[in-house]
């Protein structure tokens, strides 16, 4: 049976995306540069470097599906490692995915303000997201796109033997982002450069791309559904 890939599965977002699927019965492999200090309840697979595409591009024939959960934080200031890490590790799985028709991608990524502290971090994920709107186009028939932006991810990180309890701060900060998502836009709309456009573009929260339709006369579609 065909099994999604998870790269960054070892990393907080992918740990918890591989846990759902080992829930859920369905077959998948977790994909990261070191070996797991504890089970995930799918397959792992370590030496994977994302910037080697050479390291992956074997597993990706017959892939069910592709979840990318793979970056460094915003606050890594410098350029080229930021979008070494946030950008290129992303398109090169993209593209091979491309390469082998694999039909269903999921790209995590992020909604970020324009403001300059994090512009690094910011133009990676941009890099990663165009990517990713092109991949039905360049994968062919019978191939889509998610790209998810996640608020505040909340839940207790497993550092070692040690336990991050990040839901104390994140889980508050959560339900603050969501009540004042309507204030924030239109003090947005007012002063355009208080939240750098990031109030008014994370609405959505996610947006999918599937292959040009001939009935709608060519042009992707976007939206959930």
Same mark, same amino acid.
């Given at each position: 049976?065909?099994?999604?890939?998870?790269?960054?599965?070892?990393?907080?977002?992918?740990?918890?995306?591989?846990?759902?699927?080992?829930? #859920?019965?369905?077959?998948?492999?977790?994909?990261?540069?070191?070996?797991?200090? %504890?089970?995930?309840?799918?397959?792992e697979?370590?030496?994977?470097?994302? +910037?080697?595409? &050479?390291?992956?591009?074997? +597993?990706?024939?017959?892939?069910?599906?592709?979840?990318?959960?793979?970056?460094?934080p915003?606050w890594?200031?410098?350029?080229?490692?930021a979008?070494?890490?946030?950008?290129?590790?992303?398109?090169?799985?993209?593209?091979?995915?491309?390469k082998?028709?694999?039909? #269903?991608?999921?790209?995590?990524?992020?909604?970020m303000?324009?403001?300059?502290l994090?512009?690094?971090? #910011?133009?990676g994920?941009l890099?990663? %997201?165009? &990517?990713? /709107?092109?991949?039905?186009?360049?994968?062919?028939?019978?191939?889509?796109?998610?790209?998810?932006?996640?608020?505040a991810?909340?839940?207790?990180?497993?550092?070692?033997?040690?336990?991050?309890? /990040?839901?104390?701060? /994140? %889980?508050?900060?959560?339900?603050?982002m969501?009540?004042?998502?309507?204030?924030?836009?239109v003090l947005?709309?007012? /002063?355009? @450069? +208080?939240?750098?456009?990031?109030?008014? @573009?994370?609405?959505?929260?996610?947006?999918?791309r599937?292959?040009? @339709?001939?009935?709608?006369?060519?042009?992707?579609?976007?939206?959930c @559904?």
């Amino acid at each position: 049976m065909s099994r999604t890939l998870v790269f960054g599965g070892r990393g907080f977002v992918g740990a918890a995306v591989c846990r759902e699927l080992a829930k #859920r019965g369905l077959p998948a492999a977790s994909l990261g540069r070191s070996q797991p200090k %504890e089970p995930s309840g799918v397959e792992e697979i370590g030496g994977i470097d994302a +910037l080697k595409p &050479e390291t992956f591009d074997s +597993l990706l024939p017959g892939a069910r599906a592709v979840v990318i959960a793979i970056g460094e934080p915003p606050w890594v200031r410098d350029k080229e490692r930021a979008m070494r890490f946030n950008g290129i590790t992303n398109i090169n799985i993209l593209q091979s995915a491309a390469k082998h028709k694999v039909p #269903r991608i999921v790209l995590v990524n992020a909604t970020m303000p324009t403001w300059s502290l994090i512009a690094p971090y #910011r133009e990676g994920k941009l890099a990663a %997201e165009r &990517e990713a /709107l092109s991949y039905p186009e360049k994968c062919g028939t019978n191939c889509h796109v998610v790209v998810l932006k996640p608020g505040a991810i909340s839940g207790t990180r497993q550092e070692g033997s040690l336990e991050v309890p /990040l839901w104390i701060i /994140l %889980e508050p900060m959560r339900l603050v982002m969501s009540w004042m998502s309507w204030p924030c836009e239109v003090l947005e709309g007012c /002063l355009p @450069s +208080l939240f750098g456009g990031a109030a008014a @573009s994370a609405a959505p929260g996610c947006c999918c791309r599937r292959p040009p @339709s001939p009935r709608a006369g060519g042009g992707a579609s976007d939206g959930c @559904s």
